[in-house]
């Protein structure tokens, strides 16, 4: 495999370590104001995951979707990540990347 062919594979997973837990994370937020805006940490603890990897899928273009308020002011709004984690959501490996048909 080349260089480049790695760094684009790094760049755009199709599979994510969140996607296995994905639905699980979602059902967290049920209840939830999905106005509401997070901050990366709190978004980090919602999701499982370190604020880096956040940071990481902002400027790779994975990871959950996010508002730029200002130049280092970034927020996450719960009713957004909640439907980027239920299309994440898969009844089998098989499936992941396939098809949208979601568990």
């Given amino acids: 495999m080349t260089t480049s062919a790695k760094h684009a594979r790094n760049n755009s997973p ?3 370590l969140l996607d ?3 639905q699980q994370v979602a059902q967290v ?3 939830a104001d999905p106005d509401l805006l997070l901050d990366t940490k709190r978004m980090a603890e919602w999701l499982g995951v370190s604020t880096q ?3 990481i899928g902002r400027s790779k273009g994975f990871g959950p ?3 730029k308020l200002s130049p280092k002011l970034v927020r ?3 009713g957004e990540v909640k439907a980027w984690l239920e ?3 898969h009844r089998s ?3 992941c990347g396939k098809s949208s048909e979601v568990a």
């Fill in 53 to 55: 990897w956040l940071e």
């Fill in 76 to 78: 996450y709004q719960v």
């Fill in 87 to 89: 299309t994440r959501s």
């Fill in 29 to 31: 937020a049920i209840g």
């Fill in 20 to 22: 296995r837990r994905a």
């Fill in 93 to 95: 490996t098989a499936t």
């Fill in 14 to 16: 199709k599979f994510l």
């Fill in 65 to 67: 979707p996010f508002r």
